[in-house]
Structure formats: structure tokens, C-alpha cells
């Protein structure tokens, strides 16, 4: 195995996200998967082990059962602590995704000789209130600990201030991709969304270019904050016959069964340094690459150089006309930004990606 003991975290809708968690199950000794529940899920944590890449056991937390969103990571903490004391190994790596699970680093360091790998995954520089306390936590641990990866080359170039580049102590980690073996059966003029719902998606605009054609249709998987504004915006606008929610769905065979069929994968974000999007890597351009649709999206973050320099979609300004030229062109060329499409999945293959962005872990103990 290339890894020994690994504690990863992870939340229900980013099981599957870059494929990240299998690459580490795949190839540790003993691979720690630490799952927190939504905020609209009951409290309750799961830990599954996997030993050389099977599933040995699943332990459940649940001691706290209330819906207060402060003593829920309280609680999220002190599992966290009793996992380290007494379930991890000595010499594990616990890659942390919030400063929470940074806090006693050092105490847990010297007790069992834990080492926290901390990857910045949010960044929210305008923020008011707790998150302005989140953010300060966050370059807190940024500036502290020994091993940062960040989200984004933007992420790296902001947060990495006076820090060395050195052996990948401080340096990025983008997500990976895989070809699936999907049959595609596209509908013509019928595209996709997938993410979680929220301000700074884009949606809105991309409703306003249904209203101009009525021939697109639009399906959209995910959930989140924005859901009842989009569908109440969705029925003031009559386009009820044009646009599918089909809220958040895990399930990998009915997620196939639903985006084989779409045409173009859509992720116009709101491209302004206010949106959080600005700063990472845009998890929705790389699911849409490995069901090989065509993405359309603005022009933010690194991915958008990288879908113009391989033709794997378009990127387009923030508003409906840009957007849906974009449409028509893909449609005139389909065949051509397919060939870009497969063109970028193998570029970002998450086995060689991950082999070179984590070889660092080994050299860690």
C-alpha cells in the first residue's frame, strides 16, 4: 500500500466528489472515514474503517440528538477526539477540512503521534459575524501548521503568503476525474445542473434563456439554501414544464440513469471575488467531464483556462445572451468539444493526479 493510516472527513453529498475518498481506500493500510451529516440531517456521525481497501466496521455517534447548529460541532468534536484516543493508530494522518478539527493538534501529536495534513477548502474574505470568526481561524491554522494544501492555484497564491513551497508542505490539491463507462443518450436541447443550491450558482440567468427559447429544457440535482426561492421563481415564471428538480440524489445508477440524457452540462457562477467559488476548484465542471458533456460556464477559476485550452465546452460572460450563444455553438459542434471533453479527463485522471499531488503523505512520518 502507498499509505499506512489515513482519517479523512466527509459530508453525504461529497462521498463520491473527485473520487478522493476511493483513492485513499484503495491505497491505505487503514483508511478512517469520518461522515458528518447535513445540517438538515439528524446529528448522528459515522466512522467507517477500511482495512487494505475493505470495509471492516462502521461505528455510529450520536449522543447528541438536538438541532442547535453550535453544540451539533461541539459534539462533532468531541467524537472526533474519542476516534483519536481511541480508535486511530499511532502515526496517522488526519486531513483535516475545517479548523475545527485542528484544534489540540500538538496534544494529540505528543499522546499518539497524530499529524494533521490541513486543507483549506473555503475561503470567505468578506465575511461578517461567525464567519469572519471562521476565516480568522482559518489563517490561524494556515500560518501554524507545518502541512497546508490548499484548494485552487488562486487559494495557494492568496493564503500561501511567506510561507515555502517546499515538498508539499504548502501547495494545492485539485480534484480528479474518471472516465465512466456510460452509455450517453442525449436529448437534444435538454441540459444539466448539478451542485448545491445556493446565491452566486447562476441559475436565475440560466432560467432567463429558457423563457427566450422554449424549445431547452433544464434538469437540476441537488439541494440547499436557494431550493424553495428557485422553485418559487421557477413557478412565477411558468417554466414549470421546462425545468426538473430532482433534489439530492447519492444513488450513482439513478445519477447515471438521469445525466446520460442530458446534452451540455451547465455551471455559470456568478464569476465575482464575492462568490466562495471564486477560490476552489468547481466540483460540478469535473462530474459533467466524466459523464463527457460539453460544459458551458464563466469565466472563473483556473478551470475555465483549462476547458478554453482543450476545447472542452465554452466560457461565456455572466449574462443570458453569452450563455446562450454558447448553447447554439456546442449543439453546431458537438462531436468537436466531445473530442475536448475526453481530451481533459485524461489530463486530470485521479489515480496519476492524486499519485503526484499526495506523494508527500509518505515522506510525512
Known amino acids: 500500500m502507498k499509505y499506512t493510516n489515513i482519517l479523512l472527513f466527509a459530508i453525504p453529498s461529497t462521498l463520491h466528489t473527485g473520487h478522493f475518498n476511493q483513492y485513499f481506500i484503495e491505497n491505505s493500510n487503514n483508511l478512517y472515514l469520518y461522515i458528518m451529516p447535513l445540517s438538515t440531517q439528524p ?15 462502521e461505528k455510529k455517534y450520536h449522543f447528541y440528538k438536538g ?34 478539527f ?22 470567505y474574505p468578506h465575511s461578517q459575524g ?24 488562486l487559494l495557494e497564491s492568496i493564503l500561501r503568503t511567506g510561507k515555502p513551497k517546499v515538498a508539499g508542505n504548502r501547495d494545492y490539491w485539485i480534484h480528479g476525474v474518471v472516465k465512466k463507462p456510460v452509455v450517453k443518450k442525449p436529448i437534444h436541447n435538454l441540459m444539466g445542473y448539478v451542485g448545491v443550491l445556493r446565491n452566486g450558482q447562476g441559475l436565475e440567468m440560466v432560467f432567463t434563456v429558457l423563457q427566450q427559447n422554449p424549445r431547452l429544457k433544464l434538469e437540476i440535482i441537488g439541494e440547499g439554501p436557494a431550493l424553495s426561492n428557485l422553485k418559487a421563481t421557477v413557478t412565477a415564471l411558468k417554466l414549470e414544464r421546462h425545468i426538473k428538480f430532482y433534489g439530492l440524489v447519492q444513488e450513482e445508477n439513478i445519477i ?37 458533456l460539453p460544459v458551458i460556464m464563466t469565466k472563473i ?9 482543450y476545447h472542452g465546452g465554452i466560457c461565456i460572460d455572466y449574462d443570458s445572451s453569452s450563455l446562450g450563444r454558447a ?8 462531436d468537436f468539444f466531445l473530442a475536448g ?25
Open 43 to 57: 446529528p448522528e456521525v459515522r466512522l467507517l474503517h477500511y482495512h487494505n481497501g475493505e470495509k471492516i466496521s
Open 67 to 100: 438541532s442547535n447548529r453550535i453544540l451539533r460541532y461541539v459534539f462533532f468534536y468531541i467524537y472526533y477526539a474519542l476516534i483519536v484516543i481511541g480508535i486511530l493508530p499511532r502515526r496517522t494522518i488526519v486531513f483535516a477540512t475545517i479548523p475545527l
Open 102 to 123: 485542528c484544534f489540540m493538534n500538538s496534544i494529540f501529536a505528543k499522546i499518539k503521534s497524530v499529524r494533521i495534513v490541513y486543507h483549506i477548502g473555503d475561503y
Open 130 to 153: 461567525l464567519m469572519k470568526l471562521y476565516q480568522t481561524l482559518v489563517h490561524h491554522y494556515n500560518q501554524r501548521l507545518k502541512y497546508v494544501v490548499y484548494a485552487s492555484p
Open 256 to 292: 447515471t440513469n438521469i445525466v446520460k440524457r442530458w446534452q451540455i452540462g451547465l455551471a455559470p457562477y456568478d464569476p465575482s471575488p464575492l462568490n466562495m467559488t471564486y477560490y476552489t476548484d468547481p466540483s460540478k465542471v469535473k462530474f459533467y467531464l466524466e459523464y463527457r
Open 301 to 309: 477559476t483556473y478551470m475555465a483556462d483549462e476547458l478554453r485550452h
Open 327 to 334: 448553447i447554439g455553438r456546442i449543439q453546431d459542434r458537438y
Open 341 to 365: 471533453v475526453d481530451k481533459l479527463v485524461d489530463v486530470y485522471e485521479y489515480h496519476t493526479l492524486y499519485d503526484r499531488q499526495f506523494r508527500f503523505f509518505r515522506n510525512i512520518f
